[in-house]
C-alpha cells in the first residue's frame, strides 16, 4: 500500500514532466520593400488569406497574433479583422479579397470603398499564411487494463512544423512594405511508463509568439532582425 | 504518423462528428455593401425554396443531419438585391407584376456539406446552389443563370460538435452567395455594357391607349 506521501511525490513528479515541453528550433526572416514611415497609432488590420487561395491558416492562430499585438511595450492599434471585412464588404470576402497590393488601386478606385478605408482608420494591412503540420514520427505505445489495475508502457514522438508568413501592406503608400516569416520545427514525445506522459513541443504558439514580435518591430522600426533561437 | 496521433484525430474526429446534427439559421442581416447602386426598380418574386428550405441527409455511418435554412435565403436576398437596386418590391405568387425594370426569381436548387470526418481535416463546408431568373420590361427571360455559393468554416472547438461548424460554414455560404450577386450580377444577368430597356411610365402607357 502506498503511503499519501508517495503518491504526492509520484504527483508531482508528473506535474513537473508536463510543464516539460519538447525541443524545438525557431527560424525568423523578414524582407523589406521599401521604408517603413514612424508608426503613430494608425491602426493595424490582421486577417488570414482567403481560403479560396488554399490557405489553411487556424483562425486561433490569427487570434493568438491580434492578442500578442495589442500586449506588451510595443503594442499596436488593432482592428478585429472581422469588423474590417464586415465594414469593407462585399471586397474582402474570401472569393474578392485582393491577392495583392497591385488589386489595391482599382478597388479604392470605389469612391465608397476609398471612404470607407478612410473611416476605418486602417493604415496596414497584414495577412497570415501557412500553416502547422506533423510531417512525421514513430514509436509504440500499448496500454492495457485489467481488473483493479491499468497501464501503459512504451515511446512514442512526433514531428510538428508550423511554417508562417506575414505580408504588411500599407495602404497610405498603396506598397507592400514587407514581408516575415516564421519557421518552428519541434519534436514531441510520449513516454509511457504506467501512464503516458506527453511533452509536446507548442510548434504554433511559438511561432505566435515569434512572429508576433517580428510584426511590432517591423510596423514600429520598418525592420525585423533575422534570427535563429533553439529552445 | 503516430499510433498515438492517430488515436487523437480519431478521437477528435468522433467527438466532432460523431452524432448528426440538426441547426436551423437564424436571418442575421448583411452588412450594408459598398456598391453603385442600380437606379433601376426591381421586382422580386422568391420561389418557396428560398422562403423555407430545408436539406435531410444520412450518412453512411448512420448519422442524420438536417439544414434548416427558413427563410434566410430570402433575407440575404433582400438585403443584397437592396443594396443593389434603387427599389425593390415583393411580389407574392400570383399577383400581377408592377410596372419594374427587371423581375427577379431566385430558387435554391441544391444544397450539399461534408463534415471532418469526410474530409480528414477540421473543416465543415456547404455548398448552395441557387438558380436566379431575371424577365426584362416585357417579360421575356433575359437571363437564367447559377449562383454556386461555398463556405468553410473550422471546427472551433470539439464541445460546439457539428451544429457550430455547420452553422459557420452555411453563414459563410450564403454570404458567398450574396458576394456573387453583388460583384457578377451585371454579367451573369447580361446588364454590362447594354442600355437596359426602360419601363414605360403609366402617364406614357395611357396616353398611348389614347
Known amino acids: ?3 499519501d506521501a508517495q503518491w504526492r511525490c509520484a504527483l508531482s513528479v508528473a506535474l513537473v514532466l508536463m510543464v516539460l515541453s519538447g525541443c524545438s528550433t525557431t527560424r525568423n526572416d523578414s524582407v523589406t520593400n521599401s521604408p517603413m514611415p514612424t508608426y503613430s497609432g494608425e491602426s493595424v488590420v490582421v486577417m488570414a488569406r482567403s481560403y479560396h487561395t488554399g490557405n489553411k491558416t487556424e483562425s486561433d492562430f490569427t487570434r493568438c497574433i491580434v492578442n500578442e499585438l495589442r500586449s506588451g511595450q510595443n503594442k499596436l492599434n488593432i482592428m478585429r479583422g472581422e469588423d474590417f471585412i464586415d465594414a469593407m464588404y462585399p471586397w474582402f470576402e474570401p472569393r474578392t479579397a485582393p491577392n495583392d ?7 479604392i478606385q470605389n469612391e465608397k470603398v476609398a471612404a470607407r478605408m478612410r473611416e476605418t482608420g486602417v493604415r496596414y494591412v497584414v495577412w497570415l499564411d501557412g500553416n502547422t503540420e506533423m510531417p512525421g514520427g514513430g514509436g509504440s505505445i500499448s496500454c492495457a487494463a485489467g481488473a483493479g489495475a491499468a ?6 514522438w512526433w514531428e510538428n512544423d508550423s511554417d508562417y508568413d506575414a505580408a504588411v501592406w500599407d495602404l497610405d503608400g498603396q506598397k507592400e512594405a514587407g514581408s516575415l516569416e516564421t519557421k518552428v520545427n519541434g519534436t514531441s514525445y510520449l513516454p509511457a511508463i504506467v501512464i503516458p506522459i506527453p511533452l509536446i513541443a507548442r510548434t504554433r504558439a511559438k511561432a505566435c509568439d515569434a512572429l508576433a514580435e517580428q510584426l511590432q518591430q517591423f510596423i514600429r522600426s520598418g525592420s525585423a532582425v533575422p534570427s535563429v533561437a533553439e529552445n | 504518423m503516430t499510433i498515438f496521433g492517430r488515436f487523437v484525430i480519431l478521437a477528435t474526429l468522433t467527438t466532432v462528428s460523431g452524432c448528426g446534427a440538426s441547426i436551423k439559421l437564424k436571418n442575421d442581416p448583411l452588412p450594408e455593401a459598398l456598391v453603385e447602386q442600380w437606379p433601376l426598380t426591381v421586382a422580386v418574386r422568391y420561389d418557396e425554396t428560398v422562403r423555407n428550405f430545408v436539406h435531410t441527409e444520412k450518412l453512411a455511418t448512420n448519422e442524420k443531419f438536417q439544414i434548416d435554412l427558413g427563410s434566410a435565403s430570402q433575407q440575404m436576398f433582400a438585403d443584397t438585391l437592396g443594396d443593389m437596386f434603387a427599389e425593390v418590391i415583393e411580389v407574392t405568387d400570383g399577383a400581377p407584376v408592377p ?12 444544397l450539399e456539406f461534408a463534415i471532418p470526418s469526410q474530409t480528414v481535416t477540421n473543416d465543415f463546408a456547404v455548398w448552395i446552389k441557387y438558380a436566379v431568373k431575371v424577365y426584362d ?7 437564367d443563370f447559377p449562383v454556386p455559393a461555398y463556405g468553410k468554416a473550422a471546427s472551433e472547438s470539439m464541445l460546439g460538435g457539428n451544429r457550430a461548424g455547420l452553422t459557420a460554414a452555411t453563414r459563410l455560404a450564403l454570404r458567398d452567395a450574396s458576394t456573387l450577386l453583388l460583384t457578377r450580377f451585371d454579367v451573369d444577368a447580361g446588364m454590362r455594357g447594354r442600355q ?6 403609366p402617364t406614357e402607357e395611357s396616353s398611348d391607349e389614347n
Open chain 1, 1 to 3: 500500500m502506498r503511503t
Open chain 1, 101 to 107: 497590393i497591385g488589386d489595391m488601386p482599382r478597388l
Open chain 1, 151 to 156: 497501464g501503459c508502457f512504451g515511446f512514442a
Open chain 2, 99 to 110: 410596372s419594374v425594370d427587371l423581375l427577379i426569381e431566385p430558387s435554391v436548387t441544391a
Open chain 2, 137 to 143: 420590361t416585357t417579360g421575356k427571360l433575359q437571363a
Open chain 2, 196 to 201: 437596359l430597356p426602360r419601363r414605360q411610365n
